[in-house]
């Protein structure tokens, strides 16, 4: 089998969860990896242990939700490791409530950092992948893209990544780039914590309950959508592109 040829990978909200889980997953593949993060030194924890394990990683601190930061951080990791030819945009924040209690802060800010921040972040990286004739793009979305309660603009902004990356996929293929969406169910995150919170129920009981609806019977975990994110990006996916990948353990209602 060859050689897998080293590739730079950018994956954004790498501090924690999904993010820090594929940044390692991608680093044990052989890749060397920009961990980026609103705070550098959140950022800078995953790369610790990238590096710990024998990889090659280094932290970036930006807002992806503002031009100038993210074309200065995509910049920095060309300059640093060498050009990103894959991309996870997998930052992510919910403020969530129900319709009539939702602000306009809540909407925008939901919408900054999912679409915004994925459409900023491509638009800066697909250059690199474009001349470098390689390129894999894995968008974040959701199974709460089918509509969530308390969700209206996360479900929102997650089905927009949707159409995002399938019009990613059709612009760019003829440079050698596929771009896929994978759209998680329940992932034990502190993102799904904070749901927990929201509704006044203990993790733990939330959990359970989830696990009872999944057919494999249990929750997700980030390393199951790291594994996924892996294969997206791999050499051998290059056929593959324009597709959303449920990963939620089951069917979806």
Not at 225 to 251: C, D, H, K, M, R
Request: cysteine-free; hydrophobic content about 45%; overall charge negative.
């Amino acid at each position: 089998m060859a050689e897998t040829p080293r590739r730079v990978a950018l994956v954004t909200g790498g501090a924690r969860g999904i993010g820090a889980a594929t940044a390692r997953r991608l680093a044990a593949e052989g890749r060397a990896v920009a961990v980026l993060d609103l705070n550098e030194s959140d950022a800078q924890r995953t790369a610790d242990a990238i590096t710990a394990d024998g990889g090659e990683a280094v932290a970036i601190g930006a807002d992806v939700s503002d031009a100038e930061q993210v074309d200065r951080a995509v910049a920095a990791v060309a300059e640093r490791l060498g050009p990103p030819v894959i991309l996870v945009n997998n930052a992510g924040v919910i403020r969530d409530n129900l319709i009539f209690k939702m602000s306009e802060d809540d909407w925008d800010t939901v919408m900054n950092v999912h679409l915004r921040g994925a459409f900023l972040m491509t638009r800066a990286a697909q250059a690199h992948m474009t001349e470098a004739g390689f390129g894999r793009i894995v968008n974040l979305s959701s199974s709460s893209a089918q509509g969530n309660r308390g969700q209206v603009n996360y479900s929102a902004a997650k089905a927009g990544m949707q159409g995002f990356t399938k019009t990613l996929a059709i612009e760019l293929g003829k440079f050698g780039v596929t771009a896929n969406a994978v759209a998680p169910g329940f992932i034990e995150t502190d993102m799904t914590a904070a749901t927990a919170a929201r509704v006044g129920v203990d993790f733990d009981d939330f959990k359970k309950a989830a696990a009872g609806n999944i057919p494999v019977r249990r929750t997700g975990r980030p390393e199951d959508i790291a594994n996924t994110i892996a294969f997206l990006t791999g050499e051998e996916a290059g056929f593959v592109s324009g597709q959303v990948i449920y990963v939620a353990g089951g069917p979806l209602d």
